[in-house]
């Protein structure tokens, strides 16, 4: 069973807006943080979209002004809106989770990425 299951990704010209969703399993527990990464090919991953600790949302300068984060805590969801969408944020997105157990160990769980690609 896929603890961080993705939808949202596909094809649009440059331009255009996709909606990204990520819903954790209830297999996950004390979630602390969930945010987006994103892979392009021959590229490391990078972070796109997180929140502070002080639940602000934070972006990585190349995607601010045109991506945001979003989330429903009570669902264990995050959501990634993008708009004004370049062919340059063509990659594989990925969904972060990590939870922090009471003894303090950490757990970092992944989603199974979702393509977004935008033709020019």
């Known amino acids: 069973q896929a603890q961080l299951v993705e939808s949202g990704g596909g094809l649009v010209q440059a331009g255009g807006s996709l909606r990204l969703s990520c819903a954790a399993s209830?297999?996950?527990?004390?979630?602390?943080?969930m945010d987006w990464y994103r892979q392009a090919p021959g590229k490391q991953r990078e972070l796109v979209a997180a929140?502070?600790?002080?639940?602000?949302?934070n972006y990585v300068d190349s995607v601010k002004g045109r991506f945001t984060i979003s989330r429903d805590s009570a669902k264990n969801t995050v959501y990634l809106q993008m708009n004004s969408l370049k062919p340059e944020d063509t990659a594989v997105y990925y969904c972060?989770?990590?939870?922090?157990?009471?003894?303090?160990?950490?757990?970092?769980?992944w989603g199974q990425g979702t393509q977004v690609t935008v033709s020019s």
């Open positions: 972060h989770a990590r939870s922090i157990m009471a003894w303090g160990t950490a757990y970092d769980y």
């Open positions: 209830e297999t996950i527990f004390s979630i602390r943080s």
């Open positions: 929140f502070t600790s002080a639940g602000n949302p």
